[in-house]
């Protein structure tokens, strides 16, 4: 009777021993699943608010396009365990998405903003074991059968120690500063000269790699989707021969595409109108980013900044590409190589796929072909082939708080461009 009684008791030791460990394991697994909920979370409200920072250039319509960036770049991480719809408990919405000014205070007002803060609260994340523990304990309402987990993140812009231009490079005019723009009106057109491998003059732009290469291929890399990042002040650049493929990366970023090339992977701006001396008539500074359609422009005309809020493709509000190369260049047939546009408008792809990628960083060089500063250049058209002339409109130095361009980079420098940064 004794070592029945023994056994009793042995087996009663191992149950709530089992009952300790499954606590245990409850605590490992449950909280774990908080764990990587937090971790995935945090980084979604860290790609908002480094892709809402971006956007916010102090003109009227940055704090629209800042949430809209802010919630794409959140919405494409995987939260809840990697499920691509957070476990269908609701994605970051516009509304999670605020602005401070200089003083970190709340503001509304573009010309003020200066950080992003992305904050969501993902409810409904499953506790299995604790609150199957806690039923059975009698204490589920401790242990309830779901959490809520909270992340936050707040980006500015700062200056870069390097970045990511395009493979042109421009060379200051004679007795060309940056204390007077190196010579250029804001708002000025440049044209992009050395399509074989010659160096451009004083007061000119031409093709560099940014690699230090001559290869001719390395310069449509360097302007594909990605590019190459890493261009730091004192870099040497290198002068590419004969322009061979230039025009399909260039075309991308108007919504311009060939063959079987999309939007949804080859990403346009945010708009694909585009000017030339056809279609827009001011006199220098022609300012089609800002400015106001000289007489003789075309019917359809508006700056940059009305149209990427409209969301206006190369044929404004239409597809049809030979009506955007009727409109752009006054000839229907100058773009004949390519077969397609990006859809324009609210519903359409340049607002679905489409980021900024018409304001860009160019490198200033001098006579070594070595980097001595970064501007901010507008693209303005794109490019019926290879060897076409392309333009593009100065618009300032990049490393000012006011300078529309927002590129990528590595954070950390004194005066480079501005690039987006997590300061929370």
Request: net charge positive; with cysteine; glycine share 12%.
């Amino acid at each position: 009777m004794v070592r029945q009684r023994q056994h009793g008791a042995v087996i009663l030791t191992v149950c709530f021993l089992l009952f300790f460990l499954l606590g245990f394991v409850a605590i490992a697994f449950d909280l774990g699943r908080l764990f990587i909920v937090k971790t995935e979370l945090q980084t979604a409200m860290d790609s908002c608010a480094l892709a809402a920072a971006q956007e916010l250039d102090g003109q009227a319509s940055a704090l629209a396009r800042a949430r809209r960036a802010g919630t794409t770049a959140a919405n494409l991480n995987r939260v809840n365990l990697q499920s691509a719809n957070w476990d269908g408990k609701g994605q970051l919405p516009e509304a999670g998405i605020s602005f401070r000014d200089q003083l970190y205070m709340p503001t509304s007002a573009p010309a003020s903003a200066r950080y992003a803060q992305c904050q969501h609260t993902q409810s409904g994340v499953r506790m299995w074991l604790l609150h199957a523990m806690g039923a059975f304990s009698g204490n589920g309402t401790a242990n309830p059968a779901t959490r809520a987990v909270l992340a936050s993140a707040v980006a500015t812009r700062g200056s870069a120690q390097s970045t990511c231009p395009i493979p042109v490079a421009l060379k200051a005019r004679a007795g060309g500063t940056a204390a007077n723009d190196y010579g250029f009106a804001v708002g000025e057109w440049a044209v992009v000269f050395d399509k074989g491998g010659a160096a451009a003059s004083a007061g000119e732009m031409g093709w560099y790699n940014l690699d230090g290469s001559n290869n001719a291929s390395e310069t449509a890399a360097e302007l594909a989707e990605g590019g190459r990042c890493g261009t730091r002040l004192g870099d040497t650049l290198g002068t590419p021969g004969a322009q061979t493929s230039v025009d399909r990366p260039w075309n991308y970023r108007f919504g311009v595409y060939k063959n079987s090339d999309s939007p949804s992977l080859n990403h346009p701006d945010q708009s694909g109108y585009s000017y030339t001396a056809a279609n827009w008539k001011n006199a220098v500074p022609q300012n089609a980013f800002a400015g106001t359609p000289a007489a003789g422009s075309h019917a359809s005309a508006q700056n940059y900044i009305t149209k990427r809020a409209a969301y206006a493709s190369l044929a404004d509000t239409g597809t049809n590409i030979k009506t955007g190369s009727l409109i752009a260049f006054g000839d229907s047939n100058r773009l004949n190589s390519f077969q397609k546009l990006a859809a324009p408008g609210a519903a359409g792809e340049h607002r679905q796929y489409g980021t900024s990628r018409r304001l860009v960083i160019v490198p200033v060089i001098n006579g070594a072909s070595q980097v001595t500063d970064f501007v901010c250049m507008f693209m303005l058209h794109p490019l019926s082939g290879p060897n076409d002339s392309a333009r593009l409109e100065y618009r300032g130095l990049a490393g000012v708080a006011a300078s529309p361009c927002a590129p990528g980079g590595t954070p950390g420098g004194a005066a480079g461009p501005l690039v987006p940064v997590l300061v929370r």
